[in-house]
């Protein structure tokens, strides 16, 4: 587990940035990524704390949680490096599309991994659309959403298929661990005003 934990100092301070870049911004990758990040967080705190307390269990959550977003920070690195010239905010401006194609590829590999039958040339094409989206600089059209769902409906054979990928397996894990994402706001009512 030390091993785990060292490396995952070693992921925080290489992508630190990027991750507080994704928050500021309000990005959608950030909320894909945030899940797994806090899962992770929270463990390494508890793991200062009381490092007798992981079992195998915990620690394959945490082996997962790190493999999972070091790849998918990789690729986004990959995109903001090749496609964007490093430039952030020109990056964000594509962040629905990465995010559309960082779920694509999670959706392949569980439709491997659990042998269901799927149409593996729509969903390349599909990937290959998305992808000419970001290298030619389209503009991203409102319906987008609506297009890549019912894409992935015509890949997918079997009718009872429910996707249960990596962030939402975290989410529960966060569930479970009370880990709470959304911060609540404090809201003015009118009543209020009046005694300001």
């Known amino acids: 587990m030390k091993k785990l934990l060292k490396d995952y100092q070693s992921w925080i ?3 630190k ?3 507080e870049h994704l928050a500021t911004h309000q990005s959608i990758l950030y909320n ?5 990040y806090e899962v992770l967080s ?4 508890e793991s200062n704390s009381n490092e007798d307390s992981f079992n195998e269990d915990i620690e394959k959550i945490f082996q997962v949680g790190l493999e999972y977003l070091n790849m998918q920070f990789v690729t986004c690195k990959i995109y903001l490096e090749k496609n ?14 990465i995010a559309y194609l960082l779920f694509i590829e999670d959706l392949r590999y569980e439709l491997l991994e659990k042998k269901i039958k799927f149409n593996q040339e729509e969903l390349d094409e599909l990937s290959d ?3 000419s ?5 389209q503009p991203i059209q409102e319906n987008l959403s609506l297009y890549v769902d019912a894409r992935i409906s015509k890949t997918i054979k079997t009718e009872n298929y429910h996707f249960t990928g990596i962030i939402d397996i975290f989410v529960e894990i966060a569930d479970t661990l009370g880990i ?5 706001q404090e809201y003015i009512l009118g009543k209020d005003l009046e005694n300001e």
């Open 84 to 97: 964007f010239n490093n430039d952030f905010h020109d990056f964000l401006h594509y962040d629905r599309v």
């Open 17 to 19: 940035y990027i991750y």
């Open 133 to 137: 989206i970001i290298i030619k600089k």
């Open 13 to 15: 301070s290489d992508n």
């Open 129 to 131: 659309y998305l992808e």
């Open 42 to 45: 929270f463990l390494y705190e």
């Open 32 to 36: 894909r990524f945030q899940p797994v």
């Open 180 to 184: 709470d994402f959304f911060e609540e």
